[in-house]
């Protein structure tokens, strides 16, 4: 994407629903499930074989938006969403959505630690 372009949260959540659409394609879901039960609950086999293959899918998707193929874009794809979804909460709650695909829900503790 080049660094003119300006990429709003509109923007963001089309991709995101992109990923999301792509993420559920019935391959795509088979692979998942495939390597989530390969993972178990094991945070880095999750790491090691679940989020590779999200992140392949969200290369495949954000390249057709512009995005530079491979580690480049994806960088830059992360950054982007991380700076609109804190003042878009559709994009956070799509960014969550992609997440949840490799990350475990995370519990915030409100209570101060002691």
Do not use: C, W
């Not at 019935?26 to 178990?40: S, T």
């Amino acid at each position: 994407m080049s660094d003119n372009t300006e990429f709003t949260s509109e923007n963001a959540r089309a991709v995101l629903s992109s990923v999301l659409e792509a993420i559920s394609l019935p391959e795509n879901a088979a692979k998942l499930g495939e390597a989530k039960d390969n993972a178990g609950n094991d945070m880095l086999k999750m790491m090691q074989f679940v989020f590779p293959i999200v992140m392949q899918i969200e290369m495949d998707v954000i390249k057709d938006y512009g995005f530079a193929e491979g580690r480049e874009g994806i960088v830059h794809f992360a950054q982007v969403i991380r700076m609109l979804e804190r003042e878009d909460p559709e994009v956070a709650h799509l960014h969550a959505q992609v997440r949840a695909n490799f990350l475990p829900p995370v519990s915030i503790s409100t209570e101060p630690s002691s």
